[in-house]
């Protein structure tokens, strides 16, 4: 069965700073791989997936994030936080025949000080 | 484009008494999924439908838990006898077909319908 690790349940930032959230898995091949957000009173929103080819992918609000398959992991980076970052984060595994379901890590919060 | 409508958004219940939520899903969509949220946790996926066909279930669905799309349209997720340890955010959500794999695991997420069991 998969499972998704995020080692930091909080982390600080001050805006315009650079942030890495992490995020690694377990998965006997080679699995589809997410990242939500979900902001206060919101519903989780994707940033970007992993699917296949390049594996650096962008996503939306300036986000990015690395598969390392030596690693088992798929770090999400942003060059420049802003306030409006601030939320809760989660990285999800999906399995390539039962792609119907995610299984989620236990989420990242991460705070942006002025 | 309006998006994953869920209701009611919160409900407070005693022990023992049944609950039902509701949750219409984004109208080209025919997937739909329920997840469960406790504090701390990340979502934990409970249910799966294509259509109306329930296609999947989590081993996390008591024989209290039963979820119905009769239509492939909104859905219904009904606890009966209600515990503390029910006590959580409800989440729904739905996907396209189209898109095939390249469009996996991309859910739409309501905003979620939190139980509180006294």
């Known amino acids: 069965a998969q499972s998704v690790t995020q080692p930091d349940i909080h982390i600080t930032v001050s805006e315009g700073a650079s942030l890495e959230l992490r995020c690694n898995y377990s998965?006997?091949?080679?699995?589809?791989l997410f990242w939500y957000v979900q902001s206060p009173g919101q519903g989780l929103q994707l940033l970007l997936k992993y699917f296949s080819g390049d594996t650096l992918v962008q996503g939306i609000k300036g986000f990015e994030a690395e598969f390392k398959r030596s690693q088992s992991s798929f770090n999400l980076r942003k060059p420049s936080v802003h306030w409006s970052d601030a939320a809760e984060y989660f990285c999800a595994v999906g399995a390539r025949e039962g792609y119907s379901t995610l299984t989620f890590g236990k989420g990242t919060m991460l705070l942006v000080s002025p | 484009d309006t998006g994953v409508s869920q209701n009611p958004r919160h409900k407070i219940t005693k022990r023992g008494q049944n609950v039902t939520f509701r949750c219409d899903p984004i109208?080209?969509?025919?997937?739909l999924y329920w997840y469960r949220q406790t504090l701390g946790q990340g979502p934990e996926f409970l249910t799966y439908?294509?259509?109306?066909?329930?296609?999947?279930k989590s081993r996390l669905l008591s024989d209290r838990f039963s979820a119905e799309r009769p239509k492939g349209s909104f859905s219904t997720l009904e606890i009966q006898r209600t515990e503390q340890g029910d006590s959580a955010m409800y989440l729904c959500?739905?996907?396209?077909?189209?898109?095939?794999?390249?469009?996996?695991?991309?859910?739409?997420f309501g905003e979620g319908s939190r139980l509180t069991v006294l």
């Open positions: 109208s080209e969509h025919n997937r």
């Open positions: 998965y006997g091949a080679t699995p589809y």
């Open positions: 959500a739905s996907s396209p077909n189209s898109g095939g794999l390249r469009r996996a695991g991309e859910l739409f």
């Open positions: 439908f294509q259509n109306e066909a329930q296609l999947e």
